[in-house]
């Protein structure tokens, strides 16, 4: 195996007081880090001020923190997408511990969300904070900036909240005196909080980008997560109100299904009119460090989906995570988004490839991130310098969730069949009706290995009859342990989650 380990020690993630710098090249995220300076030295213009804000989305691309932690792929290990993989079970043993449900305070994959997420709340309130008190803001800038920051940190609370249910609720920076002493909010502080900044951004959002700003938020972006935010709480009552928000993103002119299915994740089709939230990444940091992997801009869980040792055309070799399930194979045979979703391994080796089976093999790949060759990084490490993008959120995902909204909640039931019938009908399948259960059918397809399914199966009540067999516990796993070492460093201020102590 050619994959290094490494032990990454860092810092506190709340008490680091540092803005990275950075020089813009050709899209908003494409950045070479250049050093660091003090917070107290730093804001002191628009300059600074913006480079804050990309520091808060330098978050969003980090995969590594606290070990290998890139939450695409780790979702689809937790859900019936797929395994956790690997050489061995020893090779990721988070991985596999939210593969099989063995999760426990120390072992698991929380630290690195938990650390990653916090991060970015903390940078978001900094920023808000420091910005009141920069001179020479133009007005558009500054109410702009604040939104970006707003919605980057509802993104990271929902993340935060999803993962562990509750957590502490920054809303600013607060003295290092305090800051083992505070206790967690309840799931509906923070939601709450989630839509209280997404409210306030909205506004000040542009529709659309011109190219130089790929990868900065719009208001489609913050009103999707608006939308989904209320559908994840599960209250019947508020669909109605999911569903408009998520209709006024349908029928924006700002976005469109492709045509072409396999079009929406090829790495050379990137921000592409089906596209909401996009994570962008770049080779163009020639980045070779693998002690700070989240320096650079590469996406490294290209590197892990691929067949490991693979010889042949069209993909490189990979470490062999996430072989697909025989169940999600044997759902989609049949499905015209198969080749566009999952690499038939058996059908690559009569075509003369060689490659690997290794822990949990299936012969089974995930597609829609494959390592393709063409794609291959030649500055670098090109391990770590893989450029395809994460689409967080597209269109055919707020189709189907408008859908859901407007069922759930007694809503116009045509416009939920239409909605339901057009994501179909972009790859050629024929109409089915528009219940619920069919809606959640048709997610799984459509937007298998996107790192969805874990969350649609928790939130729906289905997760115990899907992943019981793998493990799943009721009332212990839908969210993670809260990592020990918070607790042990907060003198256990933090409460550890149920079923976990």
Not at 444 to 460: N, Q
């Amino acid at each position: 195996m050619t994959r290094k380990r490494f032990n990454i020690k860092w810092w506190p993630v709340l008490i680091g007081g540092f803005i990275a710098t950075a020089a813009c090249s050709k899209s908003f995220l494409e950045l070479q880090p250049k050093g660091t300076e003090l917070e107290d030295n730093f804001y002191k213009n628009q300059d600074q001020a913006f480079q804050g804000l990309v520091s808060v989305y330098d978050v969003m691309q980090w995969g590594t923190s606290g070990g290998y932690t890139m939450k695409m792929p780790l979702l689809s290990a937790a859900s019936d997408d797929a395994y956790a993989g690997g050489s061995d079970a020893s090779d990721q043993p988070s991985w596999v511990a939210y593969d099989n449900f063995t999760l426990d305070p120390f072992r698991g994959p929380q630290l690195g969300l938990w650390q990653k997420n916090f991060t970015g709340v903390y940078r978001a309130n900094l920023l808000l904070e420091k910005i009141e008190k920069v001179d020479g803001l133009s007005a558009n800038f500054k109410s702009r900036v604040i939104a970006e920051a707003k919605t980057l940190r509802a993104y990271f609370y929902f993340d935060l909240v999803r993962f562990f249910g509750r957590v502490p609720l920054f809303t600013g920076p607060i003295p290092t005196s305090e800051l083992y002493s505070q206790k967690q909010a309840e799931p509906a502080a923070i939601y709450a909080q989630i839509e209280k900044d997404l409210k306030e951004a909205r506004p000040d959002l542009p529709v659309t980008l011109p190219v130089a700003e790929y990868g900065r938020l719009t208001r489609g972006a913050a009103t999707a997560m608006l939308g989904k935010a209320i559908i994840y709480q599960n209250n019947n009552t508020r669909m109605a109100e999911a569903a408009g928000l998520l209709n006024e993103v349908n029928t924006s002119p700002a976005y469109r299904l492709l045509p072409n299915f396999g079009d929406i994740f090829r790495a050379d089709n990137k921000f592409n009119a089906e596209s909401i939230l996009e994570i962008p990444h770049s080779n163009l940091a020639a980045w070779g460090d693998w002690g700070w992997i989240n320096g650079g801009e590469g996406n490294v869980a290209v590197q892990y989906v691929g067949a490991a040792d693979y010889n042949g055309p069209l993909y490189s070799g990979g470490w062999g995570f996430c072989p697909i399930t025989e169940d999600l194979v044997a759902v989609m045979k049949n499905d015209p988004r198969f080749p566009h979703t999952i690499i038939d391994g058996a059908a690559m080796k009569a075509q003369g490839a060689k490659y690997t089976a290794r822990y949990q093999n299936t012969d089974y790949f995930v597609r829609k991130y494959a390592p393709v060759t063409a794609f291959r990084s030649n500055v670098g490490t090109a391990e770590i310098n893989w450029p395809m993008n994460e689409i967080e959120i597209r269109l055919a995902d707020t189709y189907l969730l408008e859908a859901e909204a407007l069922v759930r909640g007694g809503g116009n039931a045509a416009r939920a069949q239409y909605l339901m019938d057009t994501v179909r009908h972009r790859v050629g399948l024929t109409s089915i009706s528009a219940t619920l259960d069919n809606i959640y059918k048709e997610r799984r397809l459509e937007l298998a290995t996107e790192g969805h399914r874990f969350f649609d199966l928790v939130r729906s009540g289905k997760a115990v009859e899907v992943l019981g067999p793998r493990g799943f516990k009721a009332n212990k796993n839908e969210v993670l342990p809260i990592p020990q070492q918070e607790i042990d460093v907060t003198n256990k201020v933090l409460e550890q989650n149920k079923g976990y102590n």
